[in-house]
Every structure is written in structure tokens, then in C-alpha cells.
């Protein structure tokens, strides 16, 4: 970060301050454990805990003053209305000071896996920062911003949500020059009861755009198809199949664990390739290319930064120990990304079984259960051949196989993470595929971990 002026962060966010403001903020910290000589300290509030509480360690810390939303005995406190807001007032002030092209991501599922991939794609022609992590939120995107500095030429933002107005006040501070929607499934539906209220939830990203900042979007999507926008600005619709989009795959071919395809788009076509598997990561690549064109950069550079992309992690990170192949996604699950991982298990090279390991969706509200069967149907559609559950609901995904003709002694549920593991210990063999996919929260990675070590 480079350093503001305490005076334009009290004009940033309409603050009061009685003291000396002539001094410069060198970082900006929601955690007291983060407080460094030259901080600004921002006193948030959560249903669990309150900044307010810290104001004064801060201070004792190092920090030049405090954020509040009331004084506090022994700290210098900068009074707002919200220290939430002033947070990300800053982060759109410190924002604005740089001449950088911004791109916005956000999407139901595949949003952090298409933010990577943009990321890469961005950087083959600019200096390009990009969210860390899970920091696609109200608190973690600023502290993204914050990361900015001169020499950067480009930011790739991602911004997740689970209500109305979230991802607006994200645009807001964070400016998008260029938007992605990847599509709209069902998380946290409990929350905005509809899909057509999360398709509303997931346009605000253009409520920080300027009015021709273009758009990206995937027609296969049916609700984003369906996107009536009353303005000018330009839309890039990608698309797996329909000819009729701006760019679109076709010729797609599974090559151990990668895929290759061409790319399709005005100005011609061009042969790609992804290190990962799943329709769904095509779909994530052309979302990217479609940010390198609206960006002007080369299509030969465009496919050289999605060839670079790899996952990490718990997002289906594939990995062969002792001749199984692991695919272990275990971040989040809905029906649409449980789908995409099982369409993964099935294109991995197995010369054994392919066994379906899954974990309770959360979140999803009070047709939770329903959701559940649907996703168990998919497996019966797929190439699965045993499906282990745990969970509560996940009872449900053995009901709904069951039903589509998976065969009853081909699934098991378990009560325990260590019975699963037990139970996996006896049955996967050499030249198997297994595929762990469930919330985060069921933390599969646990049972991954047991299995393997």
C-alpha cells in the first residue's frame, strides 16, 4: 500500500477526527494482530465480535488512529456513521488513484477458478494483482485493493455474496472496467429466495461500472441469456455449443488430464488447451478470453495464460498418489458446481472404479433435500460406479441415484468421517478415481487426508 494522508481518509469517508491530522497512514487493518506503526486501524462490527473492543490495543499497538462509530476511552477515533462503509470508502479512494484496469468476477460457482484464469490472461500484457484467497467479500476485497501501488497495471476482483446490496457497495469502491458474470445457480438461496433475485444479487457488479464498461457473460446460462440491459454497453456472450455467441468452443477432446479446443470469435479461431478437466473450466477459459479481447490483448497471449492455469488447493486439485487418482474439491458445493465435479470424475483416466465420495450441501434453504436427490440423479448419470455419503441431507443423493437405477449396494452412508475413511481404506485400489465434493463445512478434506497418509 501506498501511504494517504490521515486528512484524505477523514474526506474519504465524511469523518469528524479532533485531533492533529497532518500525518501519514502507511496500512490499513481490521485486526489487531495485523497493527503496525502507521496504521489505521477500523473498529468493524460482526454478530460475534466488535472492533470497538481493540480500539485502545490498537493504538497501544502503533496505530495512528481508530475508525469508530462512537468514541472510545484511549484511542483517537475518526467518527462515522459505519465502520463497514468507511472501509470500503477508503478502498474506492485509494482505488481511484491509480490508473489500472479493473475486471469484476463474480458468479454462483467457478468464479474463483475464472478469476485465476483471468488473472493469468491479464498478465500476459499487464502488471496485474488479483484476489487472494477467499477475500471476496465486503472486508476481503478492500484489503485487495490496499495491495495496489504504482507499479500495477491491472487488478483482477473477485466478489462473492450471500445478500442483496453486497456486491453493489463491492462495485462501488472497486470500479470494474470490465464485468463477469459466470452464471447463476442456487447459493444462498435461503437467503434471496429466488434464482431471479440472485441474478439481480450477481448485476449489481455493474453498479460501479462505468456505462460502457463491457460485460461477459455465458449464454448457456438460461437467466443470464435472458439479461435485458437498458444501455449501450458492449456484451460478450461465451458459450460451449451456440454458434450464435461472440466467442464459442468447439472440437473439445480429453487428453489425460487436460482438455484441448478451439476457440471460436470474430476475428477467427485459435487451438487451446486447459491443465484441468470438466466442461464447466472450458466455459471458465472462454470467459477469460473474452477479458483479453474486450482488453485487446493478442488471442495468441490469451491462450498462453489459460494454458498456464492449474488448480490449487481444495478447488478440484487432481493429484495421482500411489496409482489413484485424487480429485479433491472441497471448498463449497451446489447442484451446479457438484455436477461439474462429478462431470470431472468421469473424464478422469481410471482404469478401476470410479467412486464418488460426497458431503452435505449447506445453505440451500428449505428444498435442501430435493436439491440433494437431483444431484444424486446426476450420479447415477454419470460413470460412477460407488457412491459413499456424509451428511445429514446426503442421504438424499443415495435416494435420488437409487432411483435412476444405481444400484443399492453400490452407495454407503456414514455417520463419522472416520468410519468413511475406514471404509474407503478397504475398497480403493490401484488405478482408481476418487472424487471428494462436498461444502466446506463437511470438511472431506479430513477424510482425503486419512485416506492417504
Known amino acids: 500500500m501506498e501511504k494517504l494522508s490521515l486528512q484524505e481518509i477523514i474526506s474519504a469517508v465524511h469523518g469528524s477526527y479532533g485531533y492533529p491530522a497532518d500525518v501519514e497512514i502507511s496500512d490499513i487493518s481490521t485486526d489487531t494482530r495485523t497493527i503496525k506503526p502507521g496504521s489505521l486501524f477500523i473498529a468493524l462490527k460482526g454478530e460475534n465480535f466488535d472492533g470497538h473492543n481493540f480500539a485502545a490495543k490498537a493504538m497501544e499497538l502503533g496505530a495512528e488512529a481508530v475508525v469508530t462509530e462512537r468514541p472510545v476511552e484511549g484511542a483517537r477515533c475518526m467518527i462515522v456513521d459505519s465502520t463497514a462503509r468507511a472501509l470500503l470508502d477508503i478502498a474506492g479512494y485509494y482505488r481511484s488513484k491509480f490508473d489500472v484496469k479493473v475486471v469484476g468476477v463474480t458468479g454462483s460457482v467457478g468464479k474463483t477458478t475464472t478469476k485465476d484464469m483471468i488473472a493469468l490472461v491479464v498478465a500476459q500484457k499487464y502488471k496485474t494483482l488479483k484476489t487472494q484467497g477467499n477475500h471476496n467479500n465486503e472486508i476481503g476485497m478492500p484489503q485487495t485493493l490496499f495491495g495496489l501501488d504504482s507499479s500495477y497495471e491491472a487488478a483482477v476482483i473477485e466478489m462473492g455474496m450471500s445478500h442483496q446490496g453486497e456486491i453493489s457497495r463491492m462495485s462501488m469502491s472497486c470500479q470494474p472496467d470490465v464485468a463477469v458474470i459466470t452464471n447463476i445457480g442456487i447459493s444462498h438461496i435461503e437467503n434471496l429466495g429466488t434464482q431471479e433475485n440472485i441474478l439481480k444479487a450477481k448485476l449489481e457488479i455493474l453498479d460501479g461500472a462505468a456505462y460502457d464498461a463491457p460485460l461477459i457473460l455465458c449464454r448457456d446460462d438460461k437467466l443470464l441469456a435472458g439479461v435485458q440491459l437498458h444501455s449501450d454497453r458492449k456484451v460478450y456472450y461465451y458459450s460451449v455449443s451456440k454458434k450464435d455467441c461472440d466467442v464459442y468452443a468447439s472440437g473439445v477432446k480429453t487428453v489425460d488430464n487436460s482438455i484441448t479446443f478451439t476457440i471460436n470469435y470474430e476475428g477467427g479461431k485459435i487451438a487451446a488447451q486447459i491443465n484441468c478437466l470438466g466442461e464447466h473450466n472450458v466455459k471458465n477459459a472462454l470467459a477469460a478470453f473474452c477479458v483479453g479481447l474486450a482488453l485487446d490483448i493478442p488471442p495468441e497471449d490469451i491462450v498462453k495464460g489459460i494454458a498456464q492455469f492449474k488448480p490449487e488447493g481444495l478447488r478440484q486439485n487432481v493429484t495421482v498418489i500411489d496409482g489413484v487418482t485424487y480429485i479433491v474439491d472441497c471448498y463449497n458445493a451446489a447442484p451446479d458446481s457438484m455436477k461439474a465435479s462429478l462431470s470431472v470424475l468421469s473424464q478422469a483416466q481410471a482404469e478401476g472404479k470410479r467412486i464418488c465420495v460426497l458431503g452435505d450441501m449447506l445453505e440451500l434453504g428449505k428444498n435442501s433435500k430435493t436439491y440433494h436427490r437431483n444431484v444424486g440423479e446426476y450420479v447415477a448419470a454419470s460413470k460412477a460406479d460407488l457412491l459413499y455419503c456424509f451428511g445429514e ?61
Do not use: P, Q, W
Open 393 to 453: 441431507d446426503s442421504k438424499c443423493y443415495i435416494e435420488g441415484a437409487e432411483k435412476k437405477g444405481f444400484a443399492k449396494e453400490s452407495c454407503r452412508h456414514f455417520e463419522s468421517r472416520d468410519d468413511l475413511a475406514a471404509a474407503l481404506k478397504e475398497v480403493v485400489a490401484k488405478g482408481d478415481a476418487v472424487l471428494f465434493k462436498g461444502s466446506r463445512g463437511m470438511k472431506l478434506e479430513e477424510v482425503f487426508n486419512a485416506l492417504t497418509k
